[in-house]
């Protein structure tokens, strides 16, 4: 016999007949009709080559055969059903992970430090690699397990995920604190686009989310400086004259004067993606929450 031919279902059917020594209570005990527990017995019998049990007046008695086998099958069951319950149970104080995330540079200054204290006290084994991973190979990338989350803008059309929302982010206009705006108390669109920008993108050419704006009202701003992450913007703008449009959460980290905008402008939502499949994952899941949990 080839282990391919053999249905990995009928296993357990042979464990319940063997621990009750009946074909009625091995159904209740699997909630299945006895009928199909017969029709299972008969097909094990055709596979095997043996009668497996012989009906007695104490009931069903194992061959040698079955008595031969049944420790190696009752260890592989076991084996299964404690490889299932991991997969759905997770025990955060002794487990040994590397959650991979993709992010761009902002969501990893805004995330990696809150995360990485929280796992430190409750999840000591837990490490974290961070990398981006462009959005249109992102369901690739989780359906493949390369990756456990994703960090990024809603993605409407990528039905294989599943999103929440982490948290929304409006944007300003962050001056260094000594600039000669500084002083005022709102800045209005005409001394906005006076300014000199910088503008962060991965890309090398095409508008930004500002310059979008502005372009519905017939405006444009001067780009000075063009960059890739937003990371070094600030630094720029805190020894020179130059003005970075940047989500609050971001410029409140450094001592800038910051201006609501004099224009409106979508704010920057941040959803937590990951695929379908890993939705009742133990790992998966308690790291979802603990996500959220931090910046829900």
């Known amino acids: 016999m080839q282990l391919q031919q053999m249905d990995m279902n009928l296993f357990p059917v ?19 009709t006895q009928p199909a527990v017969s029709n299972a017995l008969a097909r094990l019998r055709r596979v095997l080559n043996d009668q497996l049990f012989i009906r007695t007046p104490n009931g069903m008695s194992p061959t040698p055969l079955t008595e031969h086998i049944m420790p190696k099958v009752q260890q592989a069951l076991t084996l299964l059903g404690s490889s299932v319950a991991e997969h759905h149970q997770f025990e955060p104080k002794t487990a ?7 992010m761009n540079d902002m969501a990893e200054t805004l995330v990696l430090p809150r995360l990485l204290e929280h796992l430190q006290q409750v999840a000591p084994g837990i490490s974290v690699e961070s990398y981006y991973v462009p959005r249109d190979q992102l369901a690739k990338e989780l359906a493949a397990n390369s990756l456990d989350f994703a960090l990024d803008v809603p993605m409407i059309s990528a039905t294989q995920l599943n999103q929440q929302r982490l948290s929304a ?14 002083q005022q108390t709102n800045l209005t669109l005409e001394q906005y686009l006076e300014l000199e920008h910088i503008h962060v993108s991965s890309r090398r050419s095409g508008p930004g989310i500002a310059d979008i704006a502005l372009n519905k009202l017939g405006r444009r701003r001067k780009i000075k400086l063009r960059v890739q992450h ?11 004259d130059l003005a970075l449009t940047v989500p609050v959460s971001l410029a409140q980290q450094y001592p800038a ?5 004099p224009f409106q402008i979508p704010q ?6 990951w695929h379908r499949s890993q939705d009742e994952e133990g790992a998966n899941r308690w790291l979802r929450q603990q996500v959220l949990h931090l910046f829900g």
């Open 230 to 240: 937003y990371r070094v913007a600030p630094l720029v703008v805190m020894k020179t």
């Open 268 to 273: 920057m939502d941040w959803h937590l993606l």
């Open 169 to 182: 982010d409006r944007y300003q206009c962050m001056l260094r604190p000594d600039h000669p705006f500084a």
């Open 257 to 261: 004067k910051c201006f609501e905008l």
């Open 96 to 102: 040994e992970k590397t959650l991979r995330v993709s």
């Open 14 to 32: 042979l464990d319940a007949i063997y621990n009750t020594r009946n074909l009625t209570r091995a159904a209740e005990r699997l909630h299945i």
